[in-house]
Structure formats: structure tokens, C-alpha cells
């Protein structure tokens, strides 16, 4: 699994490697890859399959993580995210079309609800 080019792919989703300023040649390929400054990630990892051991211990070296069980899906941590997290970069990323980052919004905030 690892000469996939899983590591280099973690080494880039980290936020102070992500950019052109930080390309390295694909595997395989003569084909420079970056991460975009501007790419959000929001993972779900069930820790129960052990044979992900070593993915989770890459990931959680580098990453934030806190647990939610399925019956908190509409806890207050996981709406915050969305309100003050997601919902502000898209405004962003649709700067040009409110109404698509309203749409958006409306989406997301009712995901949390069911």
C-alpha cells in the first residue's frame, strides 16, 4: 500500500504543504500534483477496521480529530463547524452568487437535522 504515493498525498493535505509552491512529481507519471491552498478536508474514519492502523496513525499525526457517535450527528460541535467554518469559506469560494452559497447553506443546515 505505501509506494502508492499515499504518504506524499498525506505530506500535501497537511496545511502548511499545500500550493504550487509545494508540487512533487506523481508516481508512476511525469505529472507535477499540488493540494490547493484553498481545499477543506472533513473525514470520517470507522476505527473499529484495524488493518486502517497505520492510514490512522499518518492521519492522526497530522490532523485534528474529535469522536462523534452516530446519535450526535446534530451535536452543537458538528453544527458549529458548519455555521462557522464551512458556511464563512464558501461565502468565500461564491463571493460572485449568493444565492448558490445560500442553497448551499440551506443543504448543509438541513443534513444536520435528520
Known amino acids: ?5 499515499l504518504p506524499q498525498l498525506f505530506m500535501l493535505i497537511e ?6 509552491r509545494n508540487k512533487i512529481q506523481l508516481l508512476y507519471s511525469d505529472e ?30 497530522r490532523f485534528a480529530f474529535f469522536d462523534i457517535s452516530p446519535d450526535e450527528l446534530t451535536d ?5 463547524i458548519v455555521e462557522y467554518e464551512i458556511i464563512p469559506l464558501l461565502r468565500e469560494y461564491w463571493f460572485d452568487d449568493p444565492r ?8 448543509l443546515r438541513n443534513a444536520l437535522t435528520w
Open 1 to 5: 500500500m505505501w509506494d502508492t504515493g
Open 15 to 20: 496545511c502548511d504543504k499545500r500550493g504550487s
Open 32 to 61: 507535477m500534483f499540488s493540494v490547493p491552498d484553498n481545499v477543506y478536508i472533513i473525514g470520517m474514519m470507522n476505527t473499529a477496521d484495524r488493518s486502517l492502523a497505520m492510514v490512522d496513525y499518518a492521519l492522526r499525526r
Open 76 to 80: 452543537e460541535r458538528l453544527s458549529g
Open 100 to 107: 448558490k452559497v445560500e442553497e448551499c447553506s440551506v443543504k
